[in-house]
């Protein structure tokens, strides 16, 4: 039984301590998304505080198991004991280390992919991600717009490189012929990606 009363405490936290989790309009979209796919494993691309993660499993039927990979070992730990209050500890695994290392060496297929850790290796997550999603597929990516600059000529040099690599990232889920995408304009940005392989 998830505790719903602990979700919320986690979710103050999170605000509190300004740990980025996921927007509430973004998590409506996704809980539509959730709802109409029934998806059976879950991949997570940056767990934070296992915030998302919770909710997820909260939309998804017991059957759905959700593997997420966080690289701040201190953030990992404090999510490990987060989907324990929750209750959701027996669907989650909590993968410790750098996602660029960890995606190749993952033996399951996903039917959801769910992008949300650093915004500029977007472009590496996504080709490891369409290696691992089942046929038809969806692969969901947070911040996309990423405050406005992605669409705009923004060039400051601080957030240059992330900027570039969602440009591309862009670029790649919404020319290439196999991946059909829409991109919203919740939260800062979420695209859904639909792989055709």
Same mark, same amino acid.
């Given at each position: 039984m998830i505790n719903k009363e602990e979700l919320e405490i986690l979710k103050k936290k999170a605000l509190d301590d300004h740990i980025p989790i996921i *927007?509430?309009?973004?998590?409506?979209?996704? /809980?539509? !998304?959730?709802?109409?796919? =029934?998806? /059976?494993?879950?991949?997570?691309? +940056?767990?934070?505080?296992?915030?998302?993660?919770? /909710?997820?499993?909260?939309?998804?039927? =017991?059957?759905?198991?959700?593997d997420t990979i966080e690289i701040d070992e201190n953030r990992a730990?404090?999510?490990?004991?987060?989907?324990k209050r929750i209750g959701v500890a027996d669907r989650i695994?909590? *993968? !410790? +280390?750098?996602?660029?290392?960890?995606l190749p060496t993952l033996d399951n297929k996903y039917d959801i992919v769910f992008i949300d850790a650093a915004k500029g290796k977007y472009p590496i997550f996504l080709e490891e991600s369409i290696k691992l999603i089942n046929d038809n597929g969806l692969i969901l990516a947070d911040n996309v717009l990423y405050k406005g600059y992605v669409m705009s000529d923004y060039n400051l040099h601080k957030q240059r490189t992330a900027v570039r690599h969602l440009r591309e990232y862009i670029k790649e889920i919404t020319e290439n012929e196999n991946l059909e995408t829409e991109i919203l304009e919740v939260g800062d940005g979420l695209s859904i990606t639909r792989v055709h392989k």
């Open positions: *927007m509430d309009d973004t998590l409506e979209k996704i /809980k539509e !998304i959730l709802e109409d796919e =029934k998806p /059976k494993r879950i991949l997570e691309i +940056g767990t934070a505080v296992g915030y998302s993660a919770s /909710k997820f499993a909260e939309y998804t039927e =017991k059957d759905c198991v959700i730990n404090e999510a490990i004991e987060n989907v695994n909590i *993968m !410790i +280390g750098n996602a660029v290392d960890i």
